[in-house]
């Protein structure tokens, strides 16, 4: 990677995980109810919001150029059930794409989550992951395979978790898999130098005071964002402020 290119700092990727009516799940703020994320996407849709494929975004960003202030993108990560059953039908109820990073391991399977309806909650199926490709609107990306932390890895465990997820996910869906969100948000210089030499074309964390193309940063929502902070978080001024004041 070449330290000189420089990447547009200025767009608005959304951020989710689960989305659904739980009583109690944790960790705590990884939900946002339906209800919730339904006003979410009728405030984009009533204010003429362009919500674009990730990989619009990111050519914004690879190529430093300037981007519209409501064009916007929207991603999840992990890889629930409720991604398929609740997510879903209102992306398509308002023509919104998204991606979806799924942790390879967990697929139809599920995923440990204390205080949740049995300890767990259910990841996305083999056919409903499909089902969707088959849509159109909704791409898949990289979670890594087992969703460790990729700063405690070392280098081969790292190799595979970046590696094999895309191998696996590129036979599911049958197309190449360019994009990896690092679990945590958790990345240093090595595992972005992994995952370039991997094939990926650009890897999203969470918040970063410099990012680059394989450290892309994403505004993360949960369920306190009612209406009134979201309108606040997709808007220029607050990517502005968070990146003077960090604790937004
Ligand atoms: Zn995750």
């Given at each position: 990677?070449?330290s000189n290119?420089s990447?547009?700092k200025w767009y ?7 989305i659904?009516?739980?009583k ?8 946002t109810?339906?209800?919730?994320f339904?006003?979410h996407m009728?405030y984009?849709?009533r204010?003429?919001?362009?919500v674009v494929p990730?990989d619009e975004?990111?050519?914004h ?7 519209d202030?409501?064009?916007l ?6 890889g629930y059930?409720d991604?398929f ?8 109820q ?5 991606t ?10 599920y ?12 990841a996305?199926s083999?056919?409903?992951?499909v089902?969707?490709h088959?849509?159109g609107?909704?791409?898949f990306?990289?979670?890594c395979?087992?969703?460790r932390?990729?700063l ?6 790292r ?16 197309e190449e898999?360019?994009f ?14 992994i995952?370039g ?6 890897g999203?964390?969470?918040?970063n ?5 394989f450290?892309?940063r994403?505004i993360?929502l949960?369920?306190?964002d ?9 808007t220029?001024?607050?990517t502005a402020?968070?990146s003077i004041?960090?604790f937004i």
């Amino acid at each position: 990677m070449n330290s000189n290119t420089s990447y547009s700092k200025w767009y608005t990727i959304l951020t989710y995980h689960t989305i659904g009516d739980y009583k109690v799940i944790l960790p705590a703020g990884i939900n946002t109810s339906v209800e919730v994320f339904r006003s979410h996407m009728d405030y984009l849709f009533r204010n003429d919001y362009q919500v674009v494929p990730l990989d619009e975004i990111v050519d914004h960003i690879i190529h430093a150029q300037k981007m519209d202030r409501k064009t916007l993108a929207i991603t999840f990560d992990d890889g629930y059930e409720d991604h398929f059953l609740n997510a879903y039908p209102i992306l398509k109820q308002y023509g919104f794409p998204a991606t979806i990073f799924l942790t390879v391991k967990y697929i139809d399977g599920y995923w440990k989550s204390e205080k949740a309806k049995n300890g767990r909650i259910k990841a996305l199926s083999n056919d409903q992951i499909v089902e969707m490709h088959e849509g159109g609107l909704v791409q898949f990306g990289s979670h890594c395979y087992s969703h460790r932390n990729l700063l405690a890895a070392d280098e081969k465990q790292r190799i595979f978790e970046i590696r094999n997820s895309k191998l696996l996910l590129e036979k599911l869906v049958g197309e190449e898999v360019l994009f990896i969100s690092y679990p945590f948000g958790a990345y240093d210089e090595g595992v972005k130098d992994i995952a370039g030499k991997t094939g990926y074309r650009a890897g999203f964390s969470v918040w970063n005071r410099k990012p680059d193309s394989f450290s892309i940063r994403r505004i993360p929502l949960h369920t306190r964002d009612h209406l009134a902070r979201f309108k606040f978080k997709v808007t220029p001024l607050y990517t502005a402020m968070k990146s003077i004041l960090r604790f937004i």
